[in-house]
Structures are given as structure tokens and as C-alpha cells.
């Protein structure tokens, strides 16, 4: 199907195919890279999996049940690898607090870091082991057959604006009401929903790179805010009874509570420029932009 074109006469099921490929390799290159070290392993493969599962997301209206299993598979064998990365939130928000000058000593600092570090790196020697590697490779190849397979490239662009406008609605579904009194486990979900929206944006951003790159650019703020959110959140789980930093509950427990409200502050004025439109404006904002595209493209044919 390498000559085919969009369900639309477009080619852009052509491109959208072509991206997910760029995806898996992208994986398969953090997999196998020698150079790297567990913890940057993790990080890329994190990276590279949460593209792959947004497309995956994308393409499953019109690919169906196989998209959705894949999407799932992928996404349980991050959660394998999510103790590491909790330790690292940790460390973030450490680093964060640090910047905000939360008042603690480079020795006190240097102590949590240490802690965190050495949980870090027990957790990267449990989570990839031989037999995770070897998943997350037979993963990879069964990818590679799906996309080889599966009639991506006779896609049309209403199919994808479809899919973008509902996970633009489910990520505006999510965002509170009252930010500072929010759950976190539910601006930890927003945060998954605006990651998914972001990289779904960011597969039609050469469509029309000033719009959709702005756009993209405000949903990577919104998730910055919402991801330091939720690292102080893991970072609290570590102070409390009996877990590694529960000494220094008293000392760390005020700071995170000011970084964390200055940062919902920030997140609830980005999502309410991010989600200002209902969806079916956003959905017909899209469709308006894609006919002004393709009416050019017809012009300076006929030029």
C-alpha cells in the first residue's frame, strides 16, 4: 500500500501510516541503544510508547478491535516500568522544590536525592529484566506486522478529526471545576488525556505548522503544570509512615503544598485557554482548516 492514497484522495493516511512507523522505530531504537543507560532507556521508551499508544488511540475508529488491543498491551507494559519512573517523579519535584527555594539545606537535598536515586535504580534493575525486554520486543514486531497490515493509508482526514475531537472532549471533560481543591488522581488522569491530545495534534501539525504547533505548544504547558502536579504528589507517597523520606514530612509538606497550588494556579488559566471551544466548534475548526489547506493545494496546481 505504499502508493496508496487517503480515503479522501489526500495522501494523509499515507503520512499518518508513515508516522506510526517513525514510532516503533523510535521504540525499538531505545530498546537496543547500548549507550544508554536503564534509566534513559526508560525515559525514551516511556516517550516513544506514549506516541505510539495516541496514534494507536487515533487510528482505532476506522482500524477497530486490533488497534484497541495493541493500544492496551502497550500501555500494561509501561506499567511495568512505572516504578523507576515514580521514583524519578520524585526526584523532579525535588529538583522543583529546590528552584522554588523550599528552604532546605544542600546537605538535607543532597540526603533526598540520594534516597530517591538509590529506589530509582533498584527499581530499573527489577523492571528491566531479560524477560520485559523481550515483551516489549515481540511488542515491537507485532507492530511492525499491524501496520504492514492494516489499511492505514486509505484513512481520510474526517476520520482523524473525528478521533482528535474525542480526545479533545474527553481531556475537556476532565478539567475541574475548583483546581486548588482538585483529586489528583483525576488531574493525573486530565495529564494523560492532554499528553494523548498533544501528540494527536502533533501528527497534523505539517498540515498547518503555525496553527497546530501553537496548539500543541499550549497543551505541552498544560502538561508541564499537571506533570509537576502529580510529582509532588508521588513525592508526598514517599513521606508517608514508614516510607523512605518520612522523616522529613514536617520540613517537605509545606513547600509541596505552596508549589503545588502555584502550579494549579497556572494550569487552570492554560486549560481554559487550551479547552475555550465545545468540541463541535473545535471539530469544525478542523475541518475549516483543512479545507483552506487543500483549496490552496488545488490553486498552485493549476499555477
Known amino acids: 500500500m505504499a502508493g496508496a492514497k487517503g480515503g479522501d484522495g489526500s495522501g494523509f493516511g499515507e503520512r499518518l501510516a ?21 534509566a534513559e532507556r526508560v525515559h525514551e521508551l516511556r516517550k516513544a510508547f506514549k506516541r505510539w499508544r495516541a496514534w494507536l488511540r487515533l487510528v482505532a475508529g476506522p482500524i477497530g478491535a486490533p488497534a484497541d488491543d ?20 520524585a526526584l523532579d519535584a525535588v529538583d522543583g522544590l529546590a528552584r522554588g527555594q523550599a528552604g532546605l539545606s544542600e546537605r538535607t537535598l543532597a540526603t533526598i536525592r540520594g534516597q530517591l536515586a538509590a529506589l530509582r535504580d533498584a527499581a530499573e534493575s527489577a523492571s528491566l529484566t531479560p524477560p520485559a525486554r523481550a515483551a516489549i520486543g515481540h511488542h515491537l514486531d ?41 483529586d489528583p488522581a483525576k488531574l493525573h488522569k486530565l495529564r494523560r488525556r492532554v499528553i494523548e491530545h498533544r501528540h494527536q495534534m502533533e501528527l497534523v501539525e505539517p498540515l498547518w505548522p503555525r496553527v497546530t504547533k501553537a496548539w ?8 508541564n503544570r499537571l506533570g509537576a502536579c502529580q510529582d509532588l504528589t508521588v513525592l ?35 486549560a481554559g485557554r487550551l479547552f475555550a471551544e465545545k468540541p463541535k466548534a473545535f471539530r469544525k475548526r478542523l475541518g475549516a482548516l483543512w479545507t483552506v489547506r487543500r483549496r490552496r493545494k488545488a490553486a498552485s496546481k493549476r499555477k
Open 18 to 38: 508513515e508516522a506510526g512507523r517513525s514510532m516503533v522505530t523510535d521504540a525499538r531504537r531505545a530498546l537496543a541503544d547500548s549507550s544508554l543507560s536503564d
Open 70 to 89: 495493541m493500544r492496551a498491551e502497550a500501555r500494561a507494559l509501561m506499567r511495568g516500568l512505572s516504578g523507576a519512573r515514580d521514583a524519578q517523579s
Open 142 to 182: 507485532a507492530a511492525e506486522q499491524a501496520l504492514a497490515a492494516w489499511p492505514v493509508a486509505a484513512i481520510g482526514f474526517d476520520a482523524v478529526a473525528d478521533a482528535l475531537t474525542a480526545t479533545y472532549r474527553r481531556a475537556r471533560r476532565l478539567a475541574p471545576d475548583d483546581w486548588q481543591d482538585a
Open 216 to 223: 500543541a505548544g499550549e497543551a505541552q504547558r498544560l502538561r
Open 236 to 270: 508526598t507517597r514517599f513521606l508517608a509512615p514508614h516510607q523512605a523520606l518520612s522523616p522529613w514530612r514536617s520540613r517537605l509538606a509545606p513547600p509541596i503544598a505552596a508549589r503545588r497550588k502555584a502550579h494549579l494556579k497556572t494550569a487552570a488559566r492554560l
